[in-house]
């Protein structure tokens, strides 16, 4: 497997100080994965991605000071991991693709008439900017609390509220355009 790392490393020297860390740190570096990611697949995951961001800056690494170097490992493990999770989240947050799951919340579902308004206002909420979009989903069709938007969404509550205002009116203002019937 290490052959795939020494791919991207250009000298003998390179491959022997990788080699050397990767035996030394693969335990803790894959333990301060699954420790952010709080899953093994994706632990392995990061793993990888932050193997190959080491070996490409093999260069540059200084093995001389322990200290140092773990310090060093951890930032790039920790920063893959967090934007490892970061990605994972905005797919996740194209939810309008998954039909079934936004249908199954009768508290939302039963103020649509028919399943053709159903999915003409999907269609709408789809079609708003991301910020909106993903505020509206949650708020309106997952029925989220603002606090928990917040926290999924890393963003303050205030920004929630304001978010979730703007979209609303915009939802209206698309859907009298459109003449969509409450």
């Known amino acids: 497997m290490l052959f795939l790392y020494f791919s991207v490393i250009e000298d ?3 491959c022997s100080k990788f080699e050397a860390i990767y035996n030394e740190y693969h335990t803790m570096l894959f333990k301060i994965a699954l420790g952010i990611t709080k899953n093994p697949h994706d632990a392995e995951d990061v793993m990888q ?5 080491i070996a490409k800056d093999i260069k540059n690494i200084k093995t001389d000071n322990v200290n ?4 060093y490992l951890y930032k790039i493990v920790k920063n893959n991991a967090l934007d490892y999770l970061r990605k994972k989240k905005s797919k996740s947050f194209d939810l309008l693709d998954d039909f079934e799951l936004i249908q199954s919340n009768e508290n939302t579902t039963h103020l649509i008439e028919s399943d053709e308004q159903y999915i003409r206002l999907v269609v709408l ?3 708003m900017p991301t910020t909106y979009r993903d505020v509206l989903i949650l708020h309106y069709l997952h029925e989220m609390p603002v606090a928990r938007i917040a926290t999924v969404l890393n963003r303050k509550k205030s920004t929630i509220k304001q978010q979730l205002i703007r979209g ?7 859907l009298q355009e459109t003449g969509f019937h409450d």
């Open 12 to 14: 003998a020297e390179g």
């Open 49 to 53: 991605n932050s193997l190959f961001a």
């Open 68 to 71: 140092m170097l773990k310090s």
């Open 125 to 127: 909420i789809k079609k």
């Open 168 to 174: 609303t009116k915009l939802l209206r203002k698309c």
